[in-house]
């Protein structure tokens, strides 16, 4: 069953004017598929006159939502003025009826302005989160990195130590080996010189043998030397790294807390 429309005029009394009330009752009003027009009263400045069509319930809902305050706009009262208006099918739409130039004019300033103050609000919040994020992110890298640090050296002073007891102990080892072998070796090269010359060209290999162990240790050593320099040096760098993000943070937000506000008109009352 289609619900009856009717036409009323509504008068919005109150800090109705230059405060954006004009678009509130357009975007409330489309909201709830209403047609008509709203604009300022160019008489009284206190007054914003509403033209509505729609069906009388949402028409009720609307002028009480439009009656509360809201934002900048303080309405005191929103009502019916006379008697019900002719319905007008051709209204297709719920249009905001412009006024004087330098007022619409006056009004978007107010806003403009109001914008940007919040932006600032939000933005300068934003830094100090910011900020504070790469303080503590700071202390925890700085942190973890003089722990890795403290582990790393532990870890390689631990391993130095091993492998000079191995060696040290594979050395002994090795020696005691070699004179008791030198001691049968003696004892065999006394019965046949063939057989010591063949054990001359066996000690001599493995010389070259264990001489290219000792080399590749060696070389094992240094390396590990060098990949240890190399992340010390890594962790040093991350350090820095970090105290450059807080300082690039810290320069931002003293940007914005001393960037200069923009002074706003003076509102119409």
Known sequence: ?????????????????????????AAEAEKRGLVGSVENDEKDERRVLI????PEPIIEAFRTKIETPEGRSVPRTVLR??????????????RVKRGEVHLETLERMEFAGEALTNLYSVTSDLSNK??????SLSGEMKEG????????????????GEMKEGFSSLSGEMRQGFEVLGGKIDEGVQGTSALHRDIIQRFDEMGKTYGMISK??????KDLRAQTKATLQQSVALLRLAK?????????????????RTPLRNRRE
């Open 1 to 25: 069953m289609t619900e009856h429309v009717v036409r009323w005029r509504l008068v919005a009394t109150g800090k109705v004017q230059l405060v954006g009330y004009r678009a509130r009752v």
């Open 51 to 54: 033209d509505v069509q729609g």
């Open 81 to 94: 003025e006379g008697k019900p208006l002719p319905v007008d099918e051709a209204l297709d739409e719920f």
């Open 130 to 135: 910011t900020v504070a994020g790469f303080s």
């Open 145 to 160: 990195f003089s722990s890795l640090s403290g582990e790393m050296k532990e870890g390689f002073s631990s391993l130095s």
């Open 216 to 221: 590749r240790l060696g070389l094992i050593e």
């Open 244 to 260: 450059t993000m807080e300082q690039v943070a810290r320069i931002a937000l003293g940007a914005s807390t001393h960037s200069p």
